[in-house]
């Protein structure tokens, strides 16, 4: 069996020197210690930082996390591939198929208002006729 003894280090207790006196420390606000931070710019990144983080959680949540983003991502990158190939063929259907159709309709609209038109113009000549034919004996 181990036994521990503990031995004390001279370091620990001796007096340490320093300013003894309240007075002396400088608790301003404009210190060199604050000058320090402010200029201090550190090397690393936000990523860098966010990395350093990945210690902190236990690797069965890590794992089942990164599980999750993965099917997450694979879910959402295969409808939004399915989801342009279906808008590719909707509308190149539509400029094939549809296009052409509308422009046939408008066609056909264009010629059902001239020939409604045209009927207009014959029904009016024809009662114009009339009415010039019934007016020429009473002359």
Same mark, same amino acid.
Do not use: C, H
């Given at each position: 069996?181990?036994?521990?003894?503990?031995?004390?280090?001279?370091?620990?207790?001796?007096?340490?020197?320093?300013?003894?006196?309240?007075?002396? $420390?400088?608790?301003?606000?404009? !210190?060199? +210690?604050?000058?320090?931070?402010?200029?201090?710019?550190?090397?690393? /990144?936000?990523?860098?930082?966010?990395? +350093?983080?990945?210690?902190?959680?236990?690797?069965?949540?890590?794992? +089942?996390? !990164?599980?999750?983003?993965?099917?997450?991502?694979? $879910?959402?990158?295969?409808?939004?591939?399915?989801?342009?190939?279906?808008?590719?063929?909707?509308? /190149?259907?539509?400029?094939?198929?549809?296009?052409?159709?509308?422009? +046939?309709?408008?066609?056909?609209?264009?010629?059902?208002?001239?020939?409604?038109?045209?009927?207009?113009?014959?029904?009016?000549?024809?009662?114009?006729?009339?009415?010039?034919?019934?007016?020429?004996?009473?002359?």
């Amino acid at each position: 069996m181990v036994k521990l003894e503990e031995v004390l280090d001279e370091e620990f207790t001796t007096q340490q020197n320093g300013p003894q006196v309240e007075d002396e $420390w400088d608790t301003s606000d404009e !210190s060199e +210690a604050s000058e320090d931070e402010e200029e201090y710019m550190p090397d690393e /990144t936000f990523g860098d930082r966010l990395a +350093a983080l990945k210690d902190i959680v236990p690797p069965t949540y890590r794992k +089942a996390l !990164s599980n999750t983003v993965s099917t997450t991502s694979s $879910w959402v990158q295969t409808t939004l591939n399915y989801g342009g190939k279906t808008l590719w063929v909707v509308s /190149t259907s539509v400029l094939l198929l549809g296009v052409p159709w509308a422009l +046939a309709f408008a066609e056909e609209q264009q010629m059902a208002e001239m020939e409604r038109e045209m009927k207009m113009q014959q029904s009016a000549n024809e009662l114009l006729t009339q009415q010039q034919s019934q007016a020429k004996p009473a002359l």
